[in-house]
């Protein structure tokens, strides 16, 4: 199993500006995501977080709003540039050890409110 | 990939038994069901998953139709603390994981 940290868990944000979110993982992973859950919404995946090569994002998505870095296999950013109310969200970090289709584990989220 | 549905919500009373159902008629062969379970406030985290056969582990038993186009997620004994939002998810090959709504399961105690 992976034990996964996430920071910050909570923050409150004005537009225009950008949060960078750090994902933690207490082990060498294979893969690492990063998910947006929107209020009563379900988790939506926004991109796979690749080492040392630009993150691959899910339709809808795109680096300039959402870059991501990974540095190495256990640490992995998330940045909300230009922020908006609509960003206002839930964002998840989730890793897999191995790839493939095994278990994945989430990191707590970080809560981020956008004012 | 493909797309499971599932009951929006469902309600059972503490201690007895829950079933949640699942389908997937456009399910491939090579597609694992797999069940993660997102607790109020928290991260989803991983309940079961199985190809063809049915599963039991400590958490739950994941019962699988021959034609693999439904399964059925089972708590033998509900607890308040199994309130949550189930997921149904077809895992394929390619490592990332696409959630669909989920079913709100509440407890009565």
């Known amino acids: 199993s992976a034990v996964i940290s996430q920071k910050p868990s909570r923050d409150i944000c004005q537009r225009g500006t950008s949060l960078t979110i750090q994902c933690q993982v207490d082990s060498q992973v294979t893969m690492m995501f990063w998910y947006r859950q929107q209020p009563g919404q379900s988790l939506t995946l926004i991109a796979t977080a690749n080492q040392g090569s630009e993150a691959t994002y899910e339709s809808g998505f795109v680096i300039d709003k959402f870059p991501i870095s990974r540095p190495n296999l256990t640490f992995s950013t998330l940045t909300v540039s230009n922020m908006s109310p609509e960003d206002s969200s839930i964002y998840l970090c989730?890793?897999?050890?191995?790839?493939?289709?095994?278990?994945?584990?989430f990191g707590p989220g970080t809560r981020l409110l956008v004012l | 990939d493909a797309k499971t549905t599932q009951p929006n919500s469902m309600e059972s009373n503490e201690e007895e038994p829950v079933h949640l159902p699942c389908n997937h008629s456009t399910i491939s062969g090579t597609d694992y069901i797999h069940w993660y379970r997102q607790l109020p406030s928290q991260g989803p985290e991983y309940v079961i998953h199985?190809?063809?056969s049915n599963v039991n582990n400590r958490m739950a038993s994941l019962a699988i139709a021959e034609d693999r186009k439904s399964s059925t997620l089972i708590l033998h004994r509900a607890t308040l603390r199994d309130a949550a939002v189930y997921y149904c998810i077809l895992y394929s090959s390619a490592s990332k994981i696409i959630f669909g709504s989920g079913t709100r399961l509440s407890i009565r105690p």
């Open positions: 989730s890793v897999a050890m191995f790839g493939g289709q095994e278990t994945q584990y």
């Open positions: 199985g190809l063809t």
